[in-house]
């Protein structure tokens, strides 16, 4: 047997060092998206339990808006933890990111439905989403530096997209976790429990994760780049007047939120949150088969993180995440348009053939959101509109006559819609569900589908739209931290790359689902609420084209 040199000897340690810490680092972070995105795909049901005082699209609203407060609160996390981390340290400021996280999922499971506490449950699941978000915000950027600071300068796009991947695994592990609860616990106790009570099983699950996931961080040890500069005393005493107060480093926390950050949360987050949105609303597609596409689409992502970080080593961070932000752009119409044609058919030949028109006073018509529950929607025009959307079914607005009731039109029949305002709550209840029928029933005529037909839905189509998706959005995503890491200051990294991130995937992205879906709404068009990530796709493909300069090779020494 051939002798071990030692430097042969070294570079295997270094090696499995690496490991350790990219293992460590990624199913940490795992296991905080696995905790954020369990919220994120029980939209349904969260709406359902908790806001069930509201009517059903502003109760469903409500809990995207839920899901997006996480998101909101990233920033503050971002500022917290990075500051933490560049006083301080990497290590400690994503320890305690994962014991809030963790603290926070498991204490949904744990909460009151709105039928048992009433306004007290919607607060308590505001607060524990205060709470994830903040944890969020601090625990990306720890990892991805973490990483990177250990990584070779040839290789930090490979390993830091083991961070990237980590995302990927969360949502996996969430969405297999609803499944099979989904499953087991309606072979059990019948297809209602879930929606009563097995839905807080996957939250509770959390508990488990999270012991796994401290025990291998308190393995690590601190970051080399930030263990030299505190051994030298170089390490930022102000790291928020360093980041933020002075122009070159403010003019890179720009560059990066405009040029990459936008994208990403927009991009990602309908990819993987939107879509599945889109699917359950608009195209009525049984839940399980939305569980399997995602699962198919999140498990072929895993492996084009790692492909797509390893080359930009080779070919840049700007190039590879370009072609993943201009992809995406490309897609968003068409392929949310393949979508109704492959998982839906029946509703697009409905909407070719009979169009839906609503003809309505615009003064009669109202915004449908009402996260307190006290506005009564029951105009002629909003009971129209509210039972279309409830439906799925895309309709254009003309203006009526002022102060005449509304009107649907679908093809030849006209429908009329009545005022249900000024009524007692029995009488307005009786209004809303006669003309709710009989808009039903005009749609059944008309062959809109009440919800998609498994016998006619192309799965393999559908899975190649979600591929396409999943392509632009990796593409993007896997170079990120490496080019994050790159582009800031050792002194101030922590705290300067983390709030472009947060803002970026925490208020573009995070409000992708509630934004696009009251767009919609608002306007009738299923399609509408594409135009909200297209915008801010197309801000970053031109920001990142012509400011975003090149990181791939730079020292992280400085």
């Known amino acids: 047997m051939a002798e071990i040199t030692a430097d042969q000897a070294g570079a295997q340690k270094k090696e499995t060092s690496l490991t350790t810490v990219v293992a460590a680092s990624a199913a940490g972070t795992a296991f905080e998206w696995y905790d ?34 996480g998101f909101l609160f990233r920033p503050l996390g971002a500022l917290i933890f990075g500051r933490i981390g560049d006083r301080a340290g990497r290590k400690g400021a994503f320890m305690a990111t994962v014991l809030m996280m963790g603290g926070a999922t498991f204490a949904i499971g744990l909460l009151p439905s709105y039928a048992q506490a009433g306004l007290i449950a919607p607060a308590l699941l505001v607060l524990m989403r205060i709470v994830q978000g903040i944890a969020l915000g601090g625990e990306y950027g720890g990892a991805a530096i973490y990483v990177a600071e250990h990584a070779p300068p040839g290789a930090r796009g490979r390993a830091t997209s083991w961070v990237q991947t980590s995302a990927a695994i969360g949502l996996f592990g969430a969405l297999m976790v609803i499944l099979v609860t989904r499953v087991v616990v309606g072979e059990l106790a019948g297809p209602e429990a879930f929606d009563a009570w097995g839905w807080r099983i996957p939250f509770l699950v959390s508990a488990l994760l999270l012991a796994v996931s401290v025990w291998m961080r308190l393995k690590l040890s601190e970051s080399p780049a930030f263990a030299k500069m505190k051994e030298e005393g170089s390490h930022s005493k102000a790291p928020f007047k360093e980041a933020f107060g002075t122009w070159p480093n403010l003019k890179l926390v720009l560059i990066a939120l405009a040029a990459i ?47 797509f970080g390893w080359l930009s080593d080779k070919l840049g961070r700007k190039a590879v995440m370009l072609f993943g932000m201009t992809l995406m752009l490309a897609a968003y119409f068409p392929g949310f348009h393949l979508l109704s044609q492959t998982l839906n058919p029946a509703l697009a030949e409905a909407e070719a053939r009979t169009p839906v028109v609503v003809v309505a006073d615009p003064a009669d018509c109202s915004l449908q959101f009402d996260p307190v529950g006290r506005a009564q929607f029951v105009t002629s025009c909003d009971i129209a509109k509210s039972t279309l959307a409830n439906a799925g079914v895309s309709y254009t607005t003309q203006p009526g006559v002022p102060g005449a009731p509304a009107q649907v039109r679908i093809g030849g029949a006209i429908i009329n819609s009545v005022d249900a305002s000024g009524h007692p709550p029995e009488v307005t209840k009786a209004l809303k569900a006669s003309v709710e029928r009989q808009i039903k029933q005009g749609l059944a005529v008309a ?54 991130y947060h803002v970026g995937t925490g208020w573009v992205g995070g409000f992708v689902p509630f934004t696009a879906f009251a767009i919609v709404t608002a306007v009738g068009d299923i399609y509408s609420g594409l135009w909200y990530p297209f915008a801010f796709t197309l801000i970053s493909v031109l920001t990142c084209l012509f400011l975003l300069p090149e990181t791939k090779g730079r020292s992280l020494d400085s």
Request: glycine share 6%.
């Open 261 to 307: 950050m936008f994208a990403q949360g927009a991009v990602w987050y309908t990819a993987f949150f939107y879509v599945q949105t889109f699917m359950e609303r608009f195209l009525k597609a049984p839940p399980a088969t939305i569980n399997i596409l995602m699962l198919s689409a999140t498990a072929a992502s895993a492996p084009l993180y790692v492909f």
């Open 36 to 69: 954020f995105f369990v919220f994120g795909s029980l939209i349904q049901v969260i709406s359902r339990t908790f806001f069930s005082g509201l009517p059903e699209t502003a109760g469903y609203i409500a809990a995207l808006a839920m899901f997006g407060a």
């Open 447 to 500: 062959r809109y589908p009440e919800k998609a037909d498994p016998a006619r839905m192309n799965l393999i189509g559908a899975f190649g739209v979600l591929l396409v998706f999943v392509v632009a959005a990796t593409a993007l995503y896997g170079p990120i931290a490496a080019c994050l890491v790159e582009l800031f200051p050792t002194r101030i990294r922590y705290t300067a790359l983390s709030l472009p």
